[in-house]
């Protein structure tokens, strides 16, 4: 059996077995577009993601994620079913409970909360061109009317309030840069594509001198969209260095 999929609350999952596991997996949480249903799921109808995920499993990784109720900005019931499936799957399928995080855009909101929650479970993280702050996303948005108004939208959603509510609380001063409290080995890989990505990019050269005060683990590598193939590369030996200790 290549993959299967499952429900679990409302919100459909999936997991990647490898020919010749390792005993480690890797829990993915997906940017905007990610989506699983009961059949497929982003990560194999787009060709990119899927080469990806086939390079993790030649690897021996056990790949999982789960819908997380589609665009959850780091909301708190995203973060509890991602907890929960990473229950289920310790459960059933012979992996290590030390798992790996690999999380993309907005995917890094949830990230970074299971990193405080779970970090007696977690092996290391990696963040690809991740989100790392709500209120920063939202003032870049302002310059887009369109982008500005569905985002306000989906947050509203996510985090169950209303629109005219959410600006106050993301303007909220602790969502502005995140403080790592935590000895698990994070990378960030920032693909410097856009100008969306660049200003991102500003964004972690202040936060990479206040991890660095803080002594926290967290290394930085910034690549140009020709070297972006070599994403695996960067993916798996990080993950690799941090398999020495079961």
């Known amino acids: 059996m290549e993959h299967r999929n499952f429900k679990l609350d409302t919100e459909w999952n999936m997991i990647h077995y490898p020919e010749k596991p390792t005993g480690f997996g890797i829990l993915i949480i997906g940017d905007e577009r990610h989506f699983v249903d009961e059949k497929t799921s982003f ?14 499993k030649k690897q021996g990784y056990t790949v999982f994620y789960s819908n997380l109720y589609g665009k959850n900005w780091g909301s708190d019931k995203a973060v509890h ?15 290590n409970n030390k798992i790996h995080l690999f999380a993309e855009g907005m995917g890094a909101l949830v990230a970074l909360k299971l990193l405080e929650e779970m970090k007696g479970n977690i092996r290391s993280v990696v963040l690809l061109n991740p989100v790392l702050s709500l209120k920063y996303h939202l003032e870049q948005e302002k310059e887009h009317k369109f982008f500005y108004k569905k985002l306000l939208k989906e947050l509203s959603s996510s985090y169950n309030t209303e629109s005219n509510q959410i600006v106050e609380i993301i303007s909220n001063p602790d969502d ?21 990505a660049y200003k991102q990019s500003n964004l972690l050269k ?5 991890w660095k005060n803080e002594q926290a683990p967290v ?4 690549l140009v969209p020709e070297k972006k193939e070599r994403l695996d590369y960067y993916l798996v030996n990080f993950m690799k260095e941090n398999e020495r200790v079961l």
């Open 206 to 210: 202040n936060l990479s001198v206040k």
């Open 176 to 196: 502005d840069s995140p403080t790592l409290n935590s000895d698990v080995p994070l990378k960030i890989i920032h693909v410097l594509s856009g100008n969306r």
């Open 219 to 222: 290394t930085i590598t910034y």
């Open 43 to 56: 990560w194999t109808q787009n060709e990119g993601k899927l080469a990806l995920i086939s390079r993790l």
């Open 81 to 95: 079913l991602a907890k929960r499936l990473y229950e289920f799957v310790i459960r059933t399928e012979i992996i």
